[in-house]
């Protein structure tokens, strides 16, 4: 069955620092990979997501990731984080089966240090 | 293109009487998925629509219904308000089944007192 685990539930970072969430996923074959972000009281954007091809992939608000088959992993990194991205990030998997739906992970609520 | 619009924003209902959320989807779409999120259990799909065909299902009770529409605008009905059912409900929509990539609308938050 597919599954998705986002083993930190919080992080905190510094204004400027660096940023890394972690995805870890679990499904038979080449998944579809997404993350989202939700901010307080609002609905998910997509910030990213991997299809195929390229396995490091660039998203919305200098975002990317990174997805390694062998570690089942995707990973979300930003080089600089700003007060701005402090927010609620899903990561989610999806099977391009047509009667599979997609799988959100609990989320990892990020805190941005001044 | 106008986003994922849900109608009410905002839903105060008390113990024993039913609701009724509206989720208008992107021009376009025909797959529209309602989710349940709370602080607890985080994002729990509740059912996905396509072509006015419910197509999968969660783990809910009966309690809980939807319907789409010809012009894929979807309802999503909950009876008989049980104090557990407060949450943020998250209307979804996508232009095909499946693992396509998915547009949430705000949301509409219900309050069960």
């Known amino acids: 069955a597919q599954s998705v685990t986002q083993p930190d539930i919080h992080i905190t970072v510094s204004e400027g620092a660096s940023l890394e969430l972690r995805c870890n996923y679990s499904?038979?074959?080449?998944?579809?990979l997404f993350w989202y972000v939700q901010s307080p009281g609002q609905g998910l954007q997509l910030l990213l997501k991997?299809?195929?091809?390229?396995?490091l992939v660039q998203g919305i608000k200098g975002f990317e990731a990174e997805f390694k088959r062998s570690q089942s992993s995707f990973n979300l990194r930003k080089p600089s984080v700003h007060w701005s991205d402090a927010a609620e990030y899903f990561c989610?998997?999806?099977?391009?089966?047509?009667?599979?739906?997609?799988?959100f992970g609990k989320g990892t609520r990020l805190h941005i240090l001044p | 293109k106008a986003g994922v619009t849900q109608t009410p924003r905002y839903l105060i209902k008390t113990r024993g009487q039913q609701v009724t959320l509206s989720c208008s989807p992107i021009?376009?779409?025909?797959?529209v998925s309602w989710y349940q999120q709370t602080p607890g259990q985080g994002l729990q799909f509740l059912f996905e629509?396509?072509?006015?065909?419910?197509?999968n299902k969660g783990n809910f009770p009966g309690r809980f219904s939807g319907r789409q529409f010809s012009n894929s605008r979807s309802e999503m009905n909950v009876s008989t308000l049980e104090l557990g059912d407060s949450a943020l409900y998250l209307c979804?929509?996508?232009?095909?089944?499946?693992?396509?990539?998915?547009?949430f609308g705000p949301g509409t938050r219900l309050t069960v007192l």
């Open positions: 979804a929509s996508s232009q095909n089944r499946g693992g396509d990539t998915q547009y």
């Open positions: 021009s376009g779409h025909r797959s």
């Open positions: 989610a998997v999806g099977a391009g089966n047509r009667d599979d739906k997609i799988i």
């Open positions: 991997y299809f195929s091809g390229d396995t």
């Open positions: 629509y396509f072509s006015e065909t419910q197509r």
């Open positions: 499904y038979g074959a080449t998944p579809y």
